[in-house]
């Protein structure tokens, strides 16, 4: 019934044209301020057991959901969280639609651990974050956590960069809807409706979310077709909560991940370049796409048990499956495991082809947290400890598959040319103590044990192709205190090991005997916070010194495959500060810095030598990390052009401007591969009205890079040695650098200025 009065109150307000049939998916991200006694109560729905709070000493970053409404349209979760200190947002199609990552201290998205409600969403194989798979996810965020370096124990893959916690567990105490439209450049279209019941009873509530994005993308057929829902449904009481979850998302997007090539990077013309799908003949395949589905199915149960203990259990199911097309042409038969084709007494031993590379796979598993504060305040302590006992199991069961849909001269239909499966567990433990101690001191204790089993098909020492199986164990202890010597300051100072095993490339294309270490990381951290009504911020200092960080470095193994190789010693170490600053009544100013040195001691580069078939090994020292710009820094303005008043509406304006500075494409500080820094500033004005379209309209307008700035945040490289053969004629990515050296390298430029508006209708 409640659905039902909704739609009559949208359709009365001549709103059902504007949102599209619900089949239109889309999702809204306003979010309103709960009454601070229901709130405290709600939003602990869910133990975050992982979460970082005002005294823990790990420095992060909380993006809450009024912030997250006032920002959002429709691009991912990385170009929401731009104000983070220390990261860099990237988009395969240049808009933030589609496939998009972000780097922390210059890690990779493998290295920044991403968990929703404490629950992994890392890929287990690849380590990966594909936020395409789950599009729209920001809008279903009560709050979004980023904690910088190592962070607190956590579920999942090893942190080396930061982690980020997605919180979607919160329960709106009243009834509501939420309708959310946005319209951009490059064709980009956003519909979505949010419902939710409130709490019915005082014990029940039930919500769901559809949404749909579209976008024709900066570079060229670049589309995206994202689609999601999220279904919550919970029950609460004095002492217990139970929430059910289901995430959905679908996306098919036009490939776009091979960059543009080098030669082009300064042609106006073909700046927008793409080359997937034009292998074939004539126009680009139409269909060169990446289509998959994942659905999660959550299950959270918490239980006060009483004298100030609590359990928090969950269980976890994903479901994924989908695949990769492409169009390839002068294939050999034989390399799809099919002999050469006899036609009228001709032998056609190449065809061109389309075909599909699959992966269907299974994630499931449990965590827990047992939380406990005893009654009883111990001598010396101004609060009672707080013991938190924590876990989990989880095991990835994947098939990887491909298969033959069109061929140009005859070929098995379906045709299956390869298939593995893989199976891999992971098991986690910790225990962890706080201390408050009198005068504003309390320290931090955390341990934690991990274990990883995984199964796969990989080479022999004999080079045979065999199911091997991989067991690690790794143990990260961390440490800290936190001090609140006056009521405006504070300090604290952390330490904490991380270890992190190698991904599915490493393992299934190397050997026992070529097969890299896990890598390790020592990370410390100490920090200055200060606090007042006018000026908050803080100043944090870190060093990340790794063991065995793995990187390209050109080698090839001994099945002739180029892999990750470890690095015996590198570091990061740099200094970061955010703040925010009531300039006068109605100008705030806001930021965040970083200032780094990010060094590999020594480095050895292996060049494939064209002429003779071989390697030529080149050593570099003290060269800087890729990807690792030395300053990144942003900055807003924001000015509040019509305070509320009695009208009950308000226009706010925001300036920001960001600066990332060079970032060299490999470790060997050369500068023929280097992204140059760039500049970009985007406006934003935010209008809310109340009681003018249902309980309140809001609109947020933003500029994206407000002055058309032609910068590219991303790229990758290949370099190599030939005097007998100049490729460049012949290869639009070869570059030459001097010497016989030449290099591939593809480029993913950013989109230029660009519009996006939205309209939140929230009943």
């Given at each position: 019934m409640f659905l039902r009065s909704c739609c009559r109150q949208l359709a009365l307000c001549g709103l059902m044209g504007l949102c599209w049939p619900l089949f239109s998916y889309a999702q809204n991200t306003y979010s309103d301020t709960l009454n601070e006694p229901e709130a405290k109560a709600l939003r602990t729905v869910v133990i975050q057991a992982t979460r970082a709070g005002i005294k823990t000493p790990v420095p992060h970053t909380n993006l809450t959901d009024e912030q997250i409404a006032r920002l959002y349209h429709a691009q991912d979760v990385p170009f929401l969280l731009t104000g983070v200190p220390s990261l860099v947002e990237t988009s395969d199609a240049?808009?933030?639609?589609?496939?998009?990552?972000?780097?922390?201290?210059?890690?990779?998205?493998?290295?920044?651990?991403?968990?929703?409600?404490?629950?992994?969403?890392?890929?287990?194989?690849?380590?990966?974050?594909?936020?395409?798979?789950?599009?729209?996810?920001?809008?279903?965020?009560?709050?979004?956590?980023?904690?910088?370096?190592?962070?607190?124990?956590?579920?999942?893959?090893?942190?080396f960069g930061a982690t980020v916690n997605l919180d979607l567990s919160r329960v709106e105490p009243e009834p509501f809807?939420?309708?959310?439209?946005?319209?951009?450049?490059?064709?980009?279209?956003?519909?979505?409706?949010?419902?939710?019941?409130?709490?019915?009873?005082?014990?029940?509530?039930?919500?769901?979310?559809?949404?749909?994005?579209?976008?024709?993308?900066?570079?060229?057929?670049?589309?995206?077709?994202?689609?999601?829902?999220?279904?919550?449904?919970?029950?609460v009481d004095e002492r217990q909560s139970l929430q059910v979850h289901v995430l959905s998302g679908h996306e098919r997007t036009y490939q776009a991940w091979y960059g543009l090539p080098a030669q082009f990077l300064d042609i106006d013309s073909l700046r927008t370049f793409n080359v997937a799908g034009t292998e074939r003949p004539g126009d680009p395949y139409p269909d060169e796409v990446d289509d998959y589905t994942q659905r999660h199915y959550l299950l959270h149960y918490k239980r006060e048990i009483g004298q100030g203990l609590a359990l928090q259990l969950n269980g976890h199911y994903t479901r994924g499956f989908g695949f990769y097309e492409q169009y390839k042409t002068a294939q050999a038969y034989k390399k799809y495991g099919l002999e050469p084709l006899q036609i009228g007494g001709i032998t056609i031993s190449k065809t061109d082809l389309v075909r599909r590379r699959w992966l269907d796979n299974h994630f499931y598993g449990t965590t827990f947290a047992l939380r406990w504060e005893p009654a009883v305040n111990p001598p010396k302590l101004s609060a009672p400890p707080v013991f938190t006992f924590g876990g989990g199991w989880n095991r990835y069961s994947g098939r990887h598959f491909g298969d033959i849909v069109w061929a140009q001269y005859d070929m098995p239909k379906g045709h299956i040319y390869y298939d593995n499966d893989a199976d891999k567990r992971d098991f986690n433990a910790y225990a962890r103590i706080d201390f408050f101690f009198k005068k504003g001191f309390s320290t931090l204790f955390d341990l934690q044990y991990r274990t990883v089993r995984y199964e796969f098909l990989g080479y022999d020492q004999n080079q045979n192709n065999v199911t091997q199986s991989v067991r690690l164990g790794f143990f990260n202890p961390k440490l800290?205190?936190?001090?609140?010597?006056?009521?405006?300051?504070?300090?604290?100072?952390?330490?904490?090991?991380?270890?992190?095993?190698?991904?599915?490339?490493?393992y299934t294309r190397s050997t026992p005997l070529s097969r890299p270490r896990p890598e390790r990381l020592y990370n410390w951290e100490s920090g200055l916070k200060y606090r007042a009504d006018a000026l908050q911020w803080t100043l944090n200092a870190f060093y990340m010194d790794y063991r065995?960080?793995?990187?390209?470095?050109?080698?090839?193994?001994?099945?002739?495959?180029?892999?990750?190789?470890?690095?015996?010693?590198?570091?990061?170490?740099?200094?970061?500060?955010?703040?925010?600053?009531?300039?006068?009544?109605?100008?705030?100013?806001?930021?965040?810095?970083?200032?780094?040195r990010n060094k590999v001691l020594e480095f050895v580069e292996y060049r494939d030598n064209w002429d003779t078939g071989e390697q030529e090994a080149v050593a570099f020292r003290n060269t800087d990390l890729a990807f690792s710009p030395p300053v990144v820094a942003r900055l807003e303005l924001g000015w509040a052009v019509w305070l509320p008043s009695k009208k009950r509406h308000a226009l706010n304006a925001a300036l920001a401007g960001k600066y990332v500075g060079r970032q060299f494409l490999d470790n060997t500080g050369n500068l023929n591969t280097v992204l140059p820094a760039y500049f970009f500033a985007d406006l934003r004005f935010n209008y809310d009205v109340e009681r003018f379209v249902g309980r309140r309209l809001s609109i947020i307008v933003s500029v994206n890079n407000l002055f058309d700035?032609?910068?590219?945040?991303?790229?990758?490289?290949?370099?190599?040695?030939?005097?007998?053969?100049?490729?460049?004629?012949?290869?639009?990515?070869?570059r030459y650098e001097g010497n016989g050296v030449y290099h591939q390298a593809g480029f993913f430029p950013q989109a230029g200025r660009n519009v996006m508006a939205t309209v939140v209708i929230a009943f």
């Open positions: 240049g808009t933030g639609i589609g496939y998009t990552g972000m780097r922390i201290r210059g890690s990779d998205p493998t290295r920044i651990n991403v968990t929703i409600n404490g629950i992994p969403l890392n890929d287990a194989e690849s380590q990966n974050v594909f936020w395409v798979d789950l599009p729209d996810l920001a809008a279903s965020a009560a709050e979004i956590q980023v904690q910088r370096g190592v962070g607190l124990s956590t579920n999942g893959a090893g942190a809807a939420r309708i959310t439209n946005t319209f951009g450049s490059f064709n980009t279209r956003k519909h979505s409706a949010y419902i939710g019941s409130g709490l019915l009873n005082k014990r029940f509530s039930f919500s769901g979310r559809l949404s749909q994005i579209t976008s024709e993308g900066y570079v060229d057929r670049a589309t995206a077709d994202l689609r999601s829902y999220h279904l919550m449904g919970a029950y800290g205190a936190h001090w609140q010597f006056r009521p405006q300051w504070a300090a604290y100072t952390f330490f904490g090991v991380g270890n992190r095993e190698p991904n599915r490339d490493d065995d960080q793995l990187v390209l470095d050109g080698r090839i193994n001994d099945v002739g495959a180029y892999i990750r190789t470890n690095v015996p010693r590198s570091y990061r170490a740099g200094i970061e500060l955010e703040g925010t600053a009531v300039l006068l009544r109605r100008l705030t100013l806001s930021g965040a810095a970083a200032v780094s700035a032609r910068f590219v945040a991303n790229g990758w490289v290949y370099r190599y040695l030939s005097e007998g053969y100049d490729a460049r004629p012949d290869d639009p990515y070869v």
